[in-house]
């Protein structure tokens, strides 16, 4: 890729205004709290909003509470790119936020040096991404709303930029990953009746302990999934018995459970081996039990045309560069049912996120700035022509 033409991002801006945002919630040990909706999300939604409007920029927020910024008095259609400013409780300081940041970055270094294409950037920080509150329903509120707005006809499409959140690149030393697709996440709630009974005078075989069942399925959670694929991934992140005390044998039990696969028909195989377990072991235990699901976020394949840009930009700044699936949720998945959308990941240091221990290198930080500023360049361009806009590049 020629990049004699592409702008520079500031990388000092970058790095203070990533720092500022960090401060905005944040805790005496460093993990923010930017919970979607509460004061702190408010305060960093209008710095963001207040920071592009100093930049010369229009910036406003929609119904919902996302905040756009785009240059004045344009028309589009417009690239979209960022990410998302809340948190989940003690989060990192770059999860979302680099994305958001990233791409005010972008849209700022092309506005000052009168690149042409910065008439066709428009940069989002989305609300509620985490979904930590009961009343999101799982999350990805902003970019969900936005699918079903008319602005979503006024878009060409959408790129994020992310820390990959796991080890992986790390491990591999890579500095940039295009991203594929993004896995589906589905989650159940598995309740259990059984009977309560005195522990200390009721034999093992005479039991009916629901709290068994429940342990029994979380325990076997691995294995069922990665016979099923052994890429997929599963969780049993909370178990609760009832009465809940040592001496009474469970009469009720709930475990929540998360799969994520790169397919949907994995996820498929491993639902229908969950139900075909239970269902087992709730008979060999002399209890009923039941599984439900309670939301299901389907796997994403992004746009062949804009994962290969990508990935040509990544392999012009650095030889250290693999496509990667990834396997934690984006507002990217949603987006992409509507728009072309592509995403590129920087590594996350010791694979820590949603902690205080988040944290990239400023190289690679800045590094997966200017990609993303490259990026934006080559398929703001070959999304306009695909269209038929009109748009003069720089010589």
């Given at each position: 890729?020629?990049t004699?033409?592409?702008?520079?991002?500031n990388a000092q801006?970058?790095l203070?205004?990533l720092?500022h945002?960090?401060?905005?919630?944040?805790?005496?040990?460093g993990?923010?709290?930017?919970i979607?909706?509460?004061?702190?999300?408010?305060a960093?939604?209008?710095?963001?909003?207040?920071?592009?409007?100093?930049?010369?920029?229009h910036?406003?927020?929609?119904?919902?509470?996302?905040?756009?910024?785009?240059?004045?008095?344009?028309?589009?259609?417009?690239?979209?790119?960022g990410?998302?400013?809340?948190?989940v409780?003690?989060?990192?300081?770059?999860?979302?936020?680099?994305?958001?940041?990233?791409?005010?970055?972008?849209?700022?270094?092309?506005?000052?040096?009168?690149h042409?294409?910065?008439?066709?950037?428009?940069?989002v920080?989305?609300?509620?991404e985490?979904?930590?509150?009961?009343?999101?329903?799982?999350?990805?509120?902003g970019?969900?709303?936005?699918?079903?707005?008319p602005?979503?006809?006024?878009?060409v499409?959408?790129?994020?930029?992310?820390?990959?959140?796991?080890?992986?690149?790390?491990?591999?030393?890579?500095e940039l990953s295009?991203?594929?697709?993004?896995?589906?996440?589905r989650?159940?709630?598995?309740?259990?009746?059984g009977?309560?009974?005195?522990?200390?005078?009721?034999?093992?075989?005479l039991r009916?302990?629901?709290?068994?069942?429940?342990?029994?399925?979380a325990a076997?959670l691995?294995?069922i999934?990665t016979?099923a694929?052994p890429?997929?991934?599963?969780n049993a992140?909370?178990?609760?018995f009832?009465?809940?005390?040592?001496?009474?044998?469970?009469?009720?039990?709930?475990t929540?459970?998360?799969?994520?696969a790169?397919?949907?028909?994995t996820?498929d195989?491993?639902?229908?081996?969950?139900r075909?377990?239970?269902?087992?072991v709730?008979v060999?235990?002399?209890?009923?039990?039941a599984?439900?699901?309670?939301?299901?976020k389907p796997?994403?394949?992004?746009?062949?045309?804009?994962?290969d840009?990508v990935?040509?930009?990544?392999?012009?700044?650095?030889?250290?560069?693999?496509?990667?699936?990834?396997?934690?949720?984006?507002?990217?998945?949603?987006?992409?049912t509507r728009?072309p959308?592509?995403m590129?990941?920087?590594?996350s240091?010791?694979g820590?996120?949603?902690?205080?221990?988040?944290?990239?290198?400023?190289?690679?930080?800045?590094?997966?700035?200017?990609?993303?500023?490259?990026a934006?360049?080559?398929?703001?361009?070959?999304l306009?022509?695909?269209r038929?806009?009109?748009?003069i590049?720089?010589?």
């Amino acid at each position: 890729m020629d990049t004699a033409h592409i702008p520079g991002i500031n990388a000092q801006r970058l790095l203070t205004d990533l720092t500022h945002l960090s401060q905005i919630g944040a805790g005496p040990d460093g993990a923010v709290h930017r919970i979607a909706g509460n004061k702190a999300d408010w305060a960093g939604r209008d710095w963001i909003d207040k920071t592009m409007r100093v930049a010369g920029l229009h910036s406003y927020y929609d119904d919902t509470g996302n905040v756009f910024a785009r240059r004045k008095a344009t028309e589009g259609p417009w690239l979209l790119i960022g990410s998302h400013a809340d948190t989940v409780p003690g989060g990192g300081h770059l999860d979302g936020a680099y994305g958001v940041i990233a791409a005010m970055e972008v849209l700022r270094t092309l506005h000052e040096s009168g690149h042409p294409m910065a008439d066709h950037v428009e940069t989002v920080a989305w609300f509620d991404e985490e979904g930590v509150t009961p009343e999101s329903n799982g999350g990805l509120v902003g970019s969900t709303a936005l699918t079903r707005d008319p602005h979503a006809d006024e878009l060409v499409g959408y790129l994020e930029l992310h820390v990959e959140q796991g080890p992986r690149m790390e491990a591999s030393g890579l500095e940039l990953s295009p991203v594929t697709g993004i896995v589906g996440v589905r989650r159940y709630t598995l309740a259990v009746r059984g009977q309560e009974n005195h522990a200390g005078t009721t034999p093992f075989h005479l039991r009916a302990d629901a709290g068994r069942v429940a342990s029994r399925m979380a325990a076997a959670l691995r294995d069922i999934c990665t016979e099923a694929d052994p890429f997929s991934i599963g969780n049993a992140g909370v178990i609760e018995f009832g009465p809940g005390a040592a001496n009474v044998v469970p009469g009720t039990a709930r475990t929540e459970i998360e799969i994520r696969a790169g397919q949907e028909s994995t996820l498929d195989l491993i639902e229908a081996e969950l139900r075909d377990r239970l269902a087992q072991v709730a008979v060999e235990e002399s209890c009923t039990a039941a599984l439900d699901r309670t939301s299901a976020k389907p796997a994403a394949q992004f746009d062949k045309r804009l994962v290969d840009t990508v990935d040509d930009v990544c392999r012009s700044r650095t030889e250290a560069c693999e496509p990667l699936l990834s396997y934690a949720g984006h507002d990217a998945s949603v987006i992409s049912t509507r728009l072309p959308t592509a995403m590129l990941f920087v590594p996350s240091t010791g694979g820590f996120s949603h902690s205080n221990r988040e944290h990239t290198p400023d190289k690679q930080l800045v590094l997966g700035t200017q990609a993303l500023l490259d990026a934006v360049v080559r398929t703001s361009a070959l999304l306009l022509n695909t269209r038929g806009d009109d748009v003069i590049l720089a010589a």
